[in-house]
């Protein structure tokens, strides 16, 4: 059957939109787009609509978002896309992190007297690690995808050549960053106007990152890691105070890794793996709540109950976890059930244990921009991704002539034992510096499989993204719609600091007083957090739900 009178597509999140296409053929299941712009939303509709599949829409995505999205992530960043292979029931962690350069080391972001320089870990060319978006793109499209790149990069190109128009976002976070945006006239052309915010409405064109997004196009990833891109990325950085050299751009390669997964009653959670934390630490969580009892406790342990998981598993988290092409981290005992019995020998159902009181670890570190999307496609191929290049807008330089922002993902390294990077997260020798190492991360894109649904998730927000999807896959655990998911209030604890940091709707005034009667000392946030795409799939029909976090200008479509 074709029908011609087209099909709506159901846009929700920061925007409600309605697309008529007319005489698209009818297909026999849904797919479906979640990401934190409109644009990159429709880019990615667009190829699944055309036959792509949900790898080649990742592509497009990933690219749209590198051109609208500058804040968040980008060609000079990385990230990592969880993928689910429908026709071989096989699931694969893409890692395309950044890494360190090869003329980095342990102590570069200390000055002589020893003390972290925390401008030269988050600000300019030093902050930069070698980017790895670019070769995800050729991996993606050659293991992967239906489509050629110049395919899927098309929509991306288009939106840097005619530009797009700013919102009142891109503001508040160009705002957050105006001083160091104004300090290289490369990004100050771009992203300001006379060196001032430029008004909501104003039209950014970047036709230096259409020209480089046309030579991955043509070249894969050749177009960014050899020849006159990559020459201009190293002269840009070295004239800036950077380290980069050739070398480091031609020898960058993504990998694919095995996933962390594990059983949470009866659901089967596949999460990022390391150098990502967030596998290892929903895995050590959850194994918690499953030995205190989770769903069976009442509203305030419940409550109780994961702040004390969050506490513990995040103390883990600064002792043990880096990358693990460079250090040994004993992965399987710190997700083993008897790890999580002794995590809570000393847990109290009547008293908050001070986190004083955990073994002292030697040291703690996360990003809080970040992007993150999910697609399903109609033969049932997901893709959950988290795409970072750190800081609100990276270090804030553009290399001339490229187009490219540069990532400040430097500073989720340990700089320095015991001193807490931007997000306020610890550190131990697991994650210090190295030449070609990765840095720890916290982004976490999910799935998560129970018989009757599957849930496709992500979020950006620093150290607060691994909670942010507890929280969420909890929801989901216990019936919510994608909307519901998404818009869920959201608390979070970290370990030091010693404080349940709270968004002002997470708790009832009751809720804070019996917290509070715990020993918990709570901190409302000025601001709401996060930026959550989620989609729904019921496993029976096939039938999609998704949704865009209320809380930004996402939107999500699902279309059949
Ligand atoms: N830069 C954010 C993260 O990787 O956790």
Redesign the pocket.
Known sequence: MTRRDGIALRFSGGLLLCLLLLAVPARAAQFAVASAHPLATGAGIEILRDGGNAFDAAIAVTAVLAVVEPYSSGLGGGGFYLLHDATRDRQVMLDA?ERAPLRGHRDMYLDAQGEVVSDWSMNGALAAGIPGIPAAFEHLARHYGKFPLERSLARAIEHADDGFEIEDYYRRMAGFRHEVLKRYRSTRAIFLRDGELPPSGTVIRQPDLAATLRAIARDGRDGFYRGPVAAKLVDAVRANGGIWTLQDLNQYQVVEREPVRFRYRNADIVAASLP?SGGVVLAEIFNMLDELGHHKAGKVERVHQLVEAMRRAYRDRAEYLGDTDYVDVPVDLLTSRAHARSLLRNYSATRATPSTELRAIAAAS???D?THFSIVDAVGNRVAATL?I?YPFGSGLVADGTGVLLND?MD?FSASPGVPNA?GLLGSDANAIEPGKR?????TPAFVRTPARTLVSGT?G??R?ITMQLLAMLEFLRGADAATIVARPRFHHQYFPDAISHEDNAFEQAMIDALEKLGHELKPMSYRYGNMHAIVIDNASGRLDAASDPRVIGAAAVAE
């Open positions: 992190r990502s996360g990003g809080s970040t970072s750190n993902e989720d997000y840095m720890l991360s916290s982004m950006p620093g150290s993204i």
